[in-house]
Each structure stands twice: as structure tokens, then as C-alpha cells.
């Protein structure tokens, strides 16, 4: 009897183990933190393929893009993408997803000229040059963006192989799933924030 009434026991235990964890896990792995693997080298050198991520998605529920963010989100252009999908089939179909850098905000204007960024706003309305040391594989682009209240201009670090929003426009917010965390491969590149450039300029 004793015996039976320990194996119970155990049994009970396992199953309470299993619901707090995944009572603690789910909510964690849908609403804070998500895995990503990178897949291309649109990003390249910062990242490259196969590169293990954990994408910080509470940071842009309470607050919004800044530049220099690496982010992760839903191509604009898959229709399995469109907000007004329902959410349970966007769940288990989900579209989609890329990762790039913001370089330009709301509000702003972009201007290409070759491999220089230039960014006109309310505080710099002569323009300045974005600094990019990240940028390795330059293109030649003539381009001028303006950005609505609502739009992020975003692009690959591998200018000459990336598709972004110089080819197919700007990105709303609310595709947005979120900004690279942590990047736990490989192992002799984890690091916090990993590609995260801070302009001198805002």
C-alpha cells in the first residue's frame, strides 16, 4: 500500500511540475520572449545564417522602435501577415519573417545617395549622415522616403544582398514582433543586444 500511495505521489508531482511549467513557460515563449533563427545573410556580417536569437517582444508593447534596433518582424507583403487575419490561424500559419535594422523613424525622410544615409527631422532639418560601421557590402541606391507617423524604414546590413525597405517600402509598427535580445549562437558570439548600434545623432 505504501508503495502504490508513493508512486501516486510521484505521478502527482510530475503532473504539477508539467502545469507550472507550462503555465510559466507559455506566456513567456508568447508574449516576452520568442527564438529566431536567422536564415540568409541579409544581415551579414553582423549576423549571419543559422544564428541562434531570443527576440525581446515586450519592449515594443510598451514602447516603440529606435534606431539602431536589429528587429525581427512580418513581411509586410505575405498576405498571411495581414493584421485582420484571424489570430488563432496567423498562430499556427504564420507568415513570413525577416530581420533588419531601423534606420529611419516616423516622421522622417531617407535619403540615399549611394551607400550614404541621410536622415532629415524636426531636430536635424539640414539633414545628417548616419554613421554605419556595421555596413560592410555597400550598394548604389538613389532614394528619398518620407516616413509617416506610423512607418520605420528599415534595411540589411548587407546592403548589396538584402531586399528591404528600399525595395518594398516602409514598415508599420504593429508587425513589428520584436528587437534581437540575446544571441546564444554561436557560442563564441553570445551576447546581449547583439548588433545594436547607437547613432551620435537622433
Keep these: 500500500m505504501e508503495t502504490t500511495k508513493t508512486k501516486m505521489q510521484s505521478f502527482w508531482e510530475i503532473v504539477r511540475f508539467t502545469l507550472i511549467a507550462v503555465i510559466i ?9 520568442d527564438p529566431f533563427v536567422v536564415s540568409g545573410l541579409s544581415m551579414f556580417p553582423t549576423f549571419n545564417n543559422g544564428d541562434y536569437l531570443i527576440v525581446d517582444q515586450l519592449s515594443y508593447e510598451l514602447g516603440s522602435p529606435t534606431r539602431g534596433d536589429v528587429v525581427i518582424f512580418k513581411y509586410p507583403l505575405d ?4 493584421p485582420t487575419r484571424n489570430f488563432v490561424v496567423r498562430f499556427f ?4 519573417y525577416y530581420i533588419k535594422r531601423v534606420i ?17 527631422n524636426a531636430e536635424n532639418k539640414k539633414g545628417f549622415t548616419l554613421d554605419e560601421p556595421y555596413v560592410k557590402n555597400t550598394s ?5 522616403f518620407v516616413l509617416k507617423s506610423d512607418e520605420y524604414f528599415v534595411m540589411g ?4 544582398g538584402s531586399s528591404d525597405s528600399r525595395f518594398w517600402g516602409p514598415v508599420k509598427k504593429e508587425f513589428f514582433t520584436g528587437k534581437a535580445f540575446l544571441r546564444l549562437l554561436p557560442i563564441n558570439k553570445i551576447g546581449v543586444l547583439p548588433g545594436y548600434y547607437q547613432q551620435t545623432s537622433k
Design 25 to 33: 513557460v507559455l506566456p513567456i515563449r508568447w508574449f516576452i520572449a
Design 79 to 82: 498576405p498571411k501577415n495581414d
Design 104 to 120: 529611419g523613424l516616423p516622421n522622417e525622410t531617407v535619403d540615399i545617395k549611394g551607400s550614404a544615409v541621410t536622415i532629415t
Design 140 to 144: 548604389d541606391n538613389n532614394i528619398h
Design 93 to 96: 500559419d504564420p507568415g513570413k
Design 157 to 160: 546590413d548587407n546592403r548589396s
